[in-house]
């Protein structure tokens, strides 16, 4: 059974930065593609990053190219979203979702996993 386990959000001021996490077990993650996404009050979740566990290969939304980076630490089956240059609009339920391919893909019908989220709050 597939687990994602996110940590890492909390409230921060604009400009500053956050880091979240996700933790992956239930089966091997080798031929996946990891995404992240976020859903801000009264709007649809968006894609925000996605990398590959065998290359590493990664894609940014636009809205968060150059502020965001997308990691991976295949010992620890771990995701990472490092977070800088946080603006208010960042807020947001962030989410880490499994895609069983090795192709990264944005639509969220797309991944088979999710996980619960983790709230990131950035004021102004």
């Known amino acids: 059974q597939v687990q994602l386990v996110e940590s890492g959000g909390g409230f921060v001021q604009a400009g500053g930065s956050l880091r979240v996490s996700c933790v992956a077990s239930?089966?091997?993650?080798?031929?996946?593609?990891m995404g992240w996404f976020r859903q801000a009050p009264g709007k649809e979740r968006e894609f925000v990053a996605a990398?590959?566990?065998?290359?590493?290969?990664?894609y940014y939304a636009d809205s968060v190219k150059g502020r965001f980076t997308i990691s991976r630490d295949n010992a620890k089956s771990t995701v990472y979203l490092q977070m800088n240059s946080l603006k208010p609009e960042d807020t947001a339920i962030y989410y880490c979702?499994?895609?069983?391919?090795?192709?990264?893909?944005?639509?969220?019908?797309?991944?088979?996993?999710w996980g619960q989220g983790t709230q990131v709050t950035v004021s102004s």
């Open positions: 979702a499994v895609r069983l391919a090795p192709v990264i893909r944005t639509v969220e019908d797309q991944y088979a996993y």
């Open positions: 239930g089966r091997t993650f080798s031929g996946a593609t």
């Open positions: 990398i590959t566990w065998a290359f590493g290969t990664t």
